[in-house]
């Protein structure tokens, strides 16, 4: 077998891969998926999010660099909101040298810390950033329930 030569003298056998450590496994996989654009595996790397309460409404501020309006997607179910954004690979005008710009497809889920009133919410994109203003749901009334 042939042994690689280190720094401290000591050698490895050539058979042995440095991308089999789970360190490497694990920042390499996160590195591959970014560069072919699947932040949606990643997703603290696509779409840092802060969310906020008061009284009324919930609000919540989203970076989405790079996507346009109409490429993002915002969906509320109950407690649950869904940021949904994807966008195409641009096309080469004439023979391409180089191409960092890819295609895109992000998605980022969280729990609201309240119910809203997704009818009646407002969102707008503003230099890469996505406002929502989620006015919080009145809250359900108790009914009573005749015990027969």
Known sequence: MTRLPTRTGAAWPATADPSSSPMERFFGGILRRLSEGSASEAEGAFCPVDIDEDDT??????????????????RVQDQVLTIEAERASPEAKGRRHL????????????????SVDAA???????????????PKAEPQKGHKIEVR
């Open 99 to 114: 191409a960092e710009r890819s295609a895109r497809r992000a998605r980022r889920t969280f729990t609201l810390p309240a």
């Open 120 to 134: 009646n919410a407002g969102a707008t994109l503003r230099d890469g950033i996505l406002h929502l203003e989620l």
């Open 57 to 74: 409404h919930v609000y919540v501020d989203a970076e989405v660099p790079g996507f346009t309006r109409d490429e993002i997607d915002v």
